[in-house]
């Protein structure tokens, strides 16, 4: 059965994270994702985290279910190859700093002429405009001149802290893909591509649009304690720890039924919720108290009775083989052609009618160079020049 996007070509010359997780996503939809990489180690994903083994799971994740070829866009020949592939693509992706692609010949201008229902989408850090538009800028410079880090250590006043390693670039690139598939469906009404844009800057701004709207009204920034809520929080128990959702009003009765605990309920100092967030101090210290007594698991079970929000705090070993996981496909296998069968991220989204594609490695560098000429019209000589001249 054909993916939501099976038919869409695309052609990728995005690097790094934020722009080939957004094109590997489009490929689990079913496009066909053309990766164009550099001529001899192809695009530095392929040496980030790479093991003695050549396993890379920085580009095996943000690459896969992609086809690659090399070429050289500094050679007339290589941009050549680009101009007669244009007019066959649905999509072009790129994420170099702004301006980078006109001085290639094959920025927007350029290739509208080529292809007017092509749709051009370029990812950036900083944004199209503005005085810092044409900066380099990767994800850990985007957490920290987004606010992020301060919001994540709690505020003015606090050491930065980052968050997860390529946070930024995994929220840009699903706003690139979503960005992306939007601009498709545009064309379906006006028969025209467009360019879009997203930026590194933007998404995480745009990730803490609860965070910055209440700054914009209160002039505030950050929290007092680690702890928002003592019900919106994790407990360390006997063994492990356990999280709980319980800052729902209905929810209180249960948490009380299901801590052992049920005189709770109509305790003046937190029977309501104005007198649980007057006394949240004494509530915090009260549940950190009860939950240490018990194991996680005993405690799961009970809230789970009462139907509280709530579940165990794990590890990448207890996740990968969580039932729930499985159930869902968000863990899958695969048989890679150079490291055999190995377990992946599995794709995080399910469509009825038109379902993802099974989950497929990344491409070996190069490995369908020839295939993309051929069809193209080259003959088998013409392909052999072009590799005398380090065109390909």
Not at 51 to 56: A, C, H, L, V
Not at 169 to 197: C, N
Request: charge should be negative; hydrophobic fraction near 35%; proline fraction near 8%.
């Amino acid at each position: 059965m054909p993916g939501a996007l099976s038919g869409i070509r695309v052609l990728d010359f995005t690097r790094y994270q934020q722009g080939p997780y957004a094109t590997s996503l489009l490929a689990d939809m079913g496009a066909d994702v053309l990766k164009i990489e550099p001529r001899i180690d192809g695009e530095f994903g392929r040496q980030s985290e790479r093991d003695e083994t050549g396993f890379s799971g920085y580009f095996e994740a943000y690459n896969r279910g992609k086809r690659s070829m090399t070429l050289d866009l500094q050679r007339p020949e290589g941009r050549r190859i680009v101009e007669q592939l244009i007019p066959q693509m649905d999509v072009l992706t790129e994420n170099f700093r702004p301006g980078v692609m006109d001085r290639l010949g094959v920025g927007y201008e350029a290739v509208h002429q080529l292809n007017p229902r092509l749709v051009f989408a370029a990812a950036s850090a900083f944004g199209p405009e503005g005085p810092e538009a044409r900066r380099p800028g990767y994800d850990h410079i985007a957490q920290a001149v987004s606010g992020l880090m301060i919001e994540q250590a709690g505020g003015p006043g606090h050491d930065p802290q980052a968050g997860l390693p390529g946070l930024a670039d995994q929220v840009s690139a699903i706003m690139f893909a979503f960005t992306i598939t939007s601009a498709l469906v545009a064309r379906q009404t006006t028969s025209e591509g467009q360019l879009v844009q997203v930026s590194l800057l933007g998404s995480m701004i745009g990730l803490q649009s609860r965070q910055v709207t209440r700054f914009l009204y209160t002039g505030k920034q950050g929290r007092a304690k680690w702890r928002r809520s003592p019900l919106y929080s994790h407990y360390r128990t006997s063994d492990g720890w356990v999280a709980i959702a319980a800052q729902d009003p209905k929810r209180w009765p249960p948490l009380c039924r299901a801590l052992g605990r049920p005189e709770l309920i109509d305790d003046p100092r937190f029977v309501g919720p104005w007198e649980r967030k007057a006394n949240e101090d004494d509530l915090e210290a009260l549940l950190e108290g009860i939950f240490v007594e018990r194991t996680s698991q005993e405690f799961l079970d009970s809230l789970m009775a009462e139907d509280v929000p709530c579940g165990l705090v794990k590890d990448f070993r207890q996740v990968v083989d969580d039932p729930q996981v499985l159930a869902n496909g968000y863990v899958a296998e695969l048989d890679h052609p150079n490291l055999g069968p190995m377990r992946v991220a599995g794709v995080p989204f399910h469509l009825s009618a038109t379902p993802p594609e099974p989950v497929r490695p990344a491409p070996e560098l190069g490995r369908n160079t020839e295939e993309v000429l051929l069809d193209l019209g080259y003959s088998w000589d013409q392909i052999g020049k072009l590799r005398e001249d380090e065109v390909i």
